[in-house]
């Protein structure tokens, strides 16, 4: 489904055992040991965060949040919104959605973290392809071809940093 | 001056299994995409995407066309609806557009 989503990697929360390669593993906290697999340190709220460990914080409502995020947040942390909740969301309130989505990526390049635009599917109907990705960042006033390009680069320094058993 | 002709473009989208395959239920779809659309960009916008409902033969999915210029409002409506649905081949020809659906095994979106 990747695949024809024009999706290279996936991020999935870790089902307990490898699934196959080109995903990555969202945890709620920093293996004790190494692993086979690459992860990415996931947190939910921003009163949890360890500026040691966590990989991305996902946010919900950026107005609330702003304040806070340049007190607590290290430089190079990933900013995750998710596209499913505004699924359900009506048209003024998704108009804001776009909204928050524009300010929340101005905020990250200004302030050095990561803008992180993902589907927040609970099943493969409910991925999101890679074009329609492009369109919502359009829509924002994002070039998708910067998004993707930074994205990519800050998963290569995330890789990087990971050690591997069996790489 | 130059005459160009408005390009249009197809969509194969997937959509639930729960959701019945029939004209009506194909209907009742691209019924939820227009009025989603008008949602979010208003009538004028949806109406001018013109949007239109071509049958596909494939289960689970329809074929829908739209003007090239409001692509990203449509791509983004479908991104944006609820129940979900997934856009999986974009094309320029409705020859094409079936062409690359059949490449793809119908077990690998289902």
Redesign the interface.
């Known amino acids: 489904m990747a695949q024809i989503s024009e999706i290279d990697v996936v991020g999935i929360d870790y089902p307990g055992k490898i699934l196959m390669d080109n995903f990555v593993y969202r945890l709620n906290r920093k293996p004790a040991e190494s692993t086979s697999y690459p992860y990415l340190v996931v947190c939910r709220r921003i009163e949890d965060i360890s500026n040691s460990t966590t990989d991305i914080l996902m946010v919900e409502d950026f107005r609330r949040i702003e304040a806070d995020l340049k007190k607590r947040v290290k430089k190079k942390l990933g900013l995750e919104v998710t596209v499913f909740p505004a699924r359900k969301q009506d048209g003024p309130d998704t108009g804001k959605w776009f909204n928050q989505i524009r300010n929340l990526y101005k905020f990250c390049k200004l302030n050095d973290y990561q803008f992180i635009l993902s589907s927040g599917a609970n099943s493969a109907l409910e991925m999101v392809s890679g074009r329609s990705f492009e369109s919502i960042l359009k829509i924002c006033d994002i070039k998708p071809e910067n998004y993707w390009k930074d994205l990519t680069e800050w998963l290569e320094a995330k890789y990087q940093r990971m050690v591997f058993v069996n790489a | 001056m130059l005459k160009r002709r408005s390009k249009r473009r197809y969509l194969a989208i997937?959509?639930?299994v729960g959701l019945q395959h029939s004209s009506r239920g194909e209907l009742s779809i691209l019924h939820s995409i227009t009025k989603r659309n008008s949602?979010?960009f208003g009538h004028i916008t949806t109406e001018l995407s013109s949007v239109r409902l071509i049958r596909s033969q494939q289960e689970n999915m329809i074929i829908i066309s739209c003007w090239l210029k409001y692509?990203?409002?449509i791509?983004?409506t479908?991104?944006?609806?609820?129940p979900?649905?997934?856009?999986?081949?974009?094309s320029g020809t409705l020859k094409s557009l079936r062409k690359h659906l059949q490449t793809?095994s119908h077990n690998?979106?289902?």
Not at chain 2, 78 to 82: G, S
């Open positions: 997937l959509y639930g949602e979010l692509i990203d409002n791509l983004s479908i991104a944006l609806i609820d979900p649905l997934v856009t999986i081949v974009i793809i690998t979106y289902l």
